[in-house]
């Protein structure tokens, strides 16, 4: 019989999952993998040359590529704030040693899904693009036509593109130069699509931080070619690439519903719940279902070491841990039905003005309490309640001390702002 949980219990597995108990699961590298990691080797391109001297694969770096690649995808829209989704999970680690494990090819960043850029193990990017590429780019061409792209400038600038790029790294004004140089008459709205396209369909992807002199201060990484940089790709397909796809997720995620799952990937839901049953055939994942909810809106997959992990948790035991998250953390994005970390109701405060951008969030015991970000000139850590909730001012200075060590800086001031 599947085991039921509470929403309690849902919550704690999720955050077991997710690398947030109080415990700080985070040290994912010593989980069992769901697989066995074909380690990247990108050593022969040319780029690592040019890149930090930090792309050595240290013990950090091993840290830094087990947390991506437990948790399979993190959002990665916003540079700075996807390598705290890293930091928090994996404690004593900084942002060089993210950028190192950039440097090292063992990470990529590129758009596995959704049309949404996320961090991914370098390794795995090509065969999960294949499986959920047919929904993603069957709208590119409608997308152009209203951007006015011909699919002849289209043709060209791939061809342009994957010629510059060629044993080389390029950011993507370079890219965009390298049109200009090549006679295409290209207008800046289309840069964005371009690039996406490129990654997309696997033929580039954002690989090394390079850190020239008279560049911008945190510089985000460069563009390569996908088939250059990433020198062992896994090679799955078919029910095998889709048994994996769900027992990965359901493993970063801790306890999901088939909706979830399809929700993420944008998959179909049928193939979302084969994909589910091949991995539960398997023993990757487990059935379970939400107490208090019938049918099937009540089932559940877990990860059976997250189930294991609450057994022997004390409910209510991570009830006075705070965190402070990073902007689109998997916290909340990795799920559709998000009601025991997040209040719905919320919703507008975390997303001002519903543009799509979602603001980084304080969690109390697992739940999101709050948002806040830093002043850029006061560096002063401003902190919003959602409605009919306290924040902890104390509590939150002592939570924002690993945040300021991830990224070198003097432990930050916190200063509660109005609703």
């Avoid at 597995?13 to 590298?29: C, I, Q």
């Avoid at 989704?85 to 993210?98: E, I, L, M, P, Q």
């Amino acid at each position: 019989m599947a085991l039921t949980l509470t929403d309690d219990a849902l919550l704690r597995a999720r955050m077991y999952a997710l690398g947030l108990d109080s415990a700080n699961a985070a040290d994912l590298e010593a989980r069992p993998a769901a697989q066995a990691a074909h380690p990247a080797d990108s050593a022969a391109h040319p780029a690592v040359a040019a890149a930090s001297s930090a792309a050595g694969a240290t013990a950090a770096t091993g840290r830094v590529r087990a947390v991506v690649s437990h948790l399979f995808a993190l959002q990665g829209q916003d540079w700075r704030s996807s390598r705290w989704a890293v930091g928090v999970r994996a404690s004593g680690t900084t942002s060089a040693d993210v950028v190192a494990a950039m440097n090292a090819g063992a990470i990529v960043r590129s758009w596995p899904m959704r049309g949404t850029v996320h961090l991914v193990p370098a390794e795995d990017i090509g065969w999960m693009q294949r499986l959920t590429n047919p929904r993603v780019v069957a709208g590119a061409a409608k997308r152009r036509a209203f951007l006015g792209m011909s699919d002849a400038v289209l043709d060209r600038a791939t061809e342009v593109s994957l010629a510059a790029l060629a044993g080389t790294s390029l950011n993507r004004t370079e890219l965009a130069q390298a049109w200009t140089d090549a006679g295409i008459d290209w207008q800046p709205s289309w840069r964005y699509h371009l690039i996406w396209w490129l990654c997309q369909n696997g033929l580039t992807t954002f690989g090394p931080v390079r850190q020239d002199a008279g560049t911008q201060a945190d510089p985000e990484p460069r563009l390569v070619l996908a088939d250059e940089w990433i020198r062992r790709p896994r090679d799955l397909a078919g029910d095998e690439a889709l048994a994996e796809f769900a027992a990965r997720y359901v493993r970063g995620r801790g306890a999901v519903s088939r909706k979830d799952l399809a929700s993420w990937a944008m998959l179909p839901a049928a193939s979302a719940a084969h994909g589910l049953a091949l991995a539960a055939e398997q023993g990757a994942i487990v059935e379970a279902r939400r107490d208090g909810v019938t049918g099937a809106a009540g089932a559940l997959w877990a990860a059976p070491e997250a189930l294991g992990a609450v057994e022997t948790q004390s409910p209510g035991a991570d009830h006075d841990h705070w965190q402070l998250l990073p902007a689109f953390d998997e916290h909340i994005l990795g799920f559709s039905e998000r009601s025991p970390q997040f209040d719905a109701r919320h919703l507008g405060h975390l997303i001002p003005g519903k543009n799509g951008m979602f603001l980084a969030t304080i969690v109390h015991g697992g739940r999101a309490v709050g948002t806040w970000r830093r002043d850029p000139k006061t560096r002063v850590i401003a902190c919003t309640p959602f409605d009919g909730e306290r924040l902890d001012v104390g509590a939150l200075g002592s939570a924002s001390r690993p945040w300021a060590a991830f990224y070198g800086e003097a432990e930050p001031e916190i200063a509660l702002a109005p609703r």
